[in-house]
């Protein structure tokens, strides 16, 4: 298997702008790409006319999960589906918290029979199950920060699905309007570092929220990183913390830099393949929160 992993250590003695990170132990829920191909175009990433290499799509995403196993996490898999290509974008799949699980209605023909898939896996792993009525592409637009859920819309997820989770989980739902069609999903423009009531840490490419979402990201989070356009524009911010390590597409650097400079460890993965289909580490990242 080649792996393209660059572990930097962090400085070890804490300053006020980098403090001590403790990592917890995070259970995920992932999905093998061996159905992995771009047929169709339902975002500004996919080009059915580009060929697309399986097998390297399924190595790459093996460094992934290897290095899940190798931070001590607890990696959950669901069956890849035959004719289900984005199927390996597992964040997609529903929004965990709390043991329910609240599935997906994906708003293109193409994806919709994910939905069921992914809420038959829910169930029969013990999660309380709750059947959407309203479009949502789950963890790809709902990021639990503090006790509050950011919720994404504009390209994906309808907003009537915010008032929808807010019933499901009784949590303050933070309507965020996404204005770039590059960046389609909440997770492709918004990175959790931590969740942590009290201590909320995110990153963000303020471009790709209309202004009056910037001002409330800005009000909520004014120690947020902001990351470049360039990061970005590789799906950088699309990336999975514990609170300490920070798994990043390799070619982010300068995200990769302020993550160390507030005291995270960046860990590259290149998913190159993946980004064929418009999704990186996070996309292939579902969080099981029991
Ligand atoms: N091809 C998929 C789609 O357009 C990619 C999904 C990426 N997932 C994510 N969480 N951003 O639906």
Redesign the pocket.
């Known amino acids: 298997i080649v792996t393209d992993q660059t572990e930097q250590q962090t400085e070890t003695r804490p300053t006020a702008d980098r403090p001590e990170r403790t990592a917890v132990r995070k259970s995920v829920l992932m999905c093998r790409p061996d159905h992995f191909t771009v047929v169709y175009r339902?975002?500004p990433w996919?080009n059915p006319a580009l060929p697309t290499d399986t097998s390297l799509a399924v190595q790459q995403w093996e460094a992934l999960y290897e290095t899940y196993l190798r931070l001590g996490y607890d990696v959950q898999l669901i069956d890849p589906v035959e004719g289900l290509p984005?199927m390996v974008?597992a964040?997609?799949g529903g929004f965990v918290l709390d043991g329910i699980a609240y599935g997906a209605s994906f708003t293109h023909p193409e994806?919709q029979a994910e939905g069921p898939a992914y809420m038959n896996w829910f169930d029969a792993a013990g999660f309380d199950v709750r059947r959407p009525l309203e479009v949502n592409?789950g963890?790809?637009d709902f990021l639990l920060v503090g006790d509050a859920i950011l919720a994404g819309t504009g390209f994906r997820s309808d907003s009537r699905s915010h008032d929808e989770i807010g019933r499901v989980f009784g949590r303050e739902v933070v309507t965020l309007r996404l204005v770039n069609p590059s960046f389609?999903?909440l997770?492709?423009a918004l990175a959790v570092l931590d969740p942590t009531p009290g201590r909320e840490h995110i990153a963000y490419l303020p471009s790709a929220f209309d202004e009056a979402s910037r001002a409330v990201l800005e009000a909520r989070y004014p120690d947020a990183i902001i990351v470049s356009e360039e990061d970005a524009a590789i799906l950088g911010l699309?990336s999975f913390s514990d609170n300490r390590n920070v798994v990043i597409a390799s070619r982010a650097t300068g995200f990769a830099e302020q993550l160390r400079a507030h005291g995270y460890t960046p860990i590259g993965v290149d998913l190159s393949e993946l980004l064929l289909?418009?999704?990186g580490v996070?996309?292939c990242t579902l969080e099981l929160r029991r």
């Open positions: 339902i975002n996919m984005d974008y964040a997609n994806r592409e963890e790809g389609y999903h997770d492709t699309n289909g418009g999704g996070k996309c």
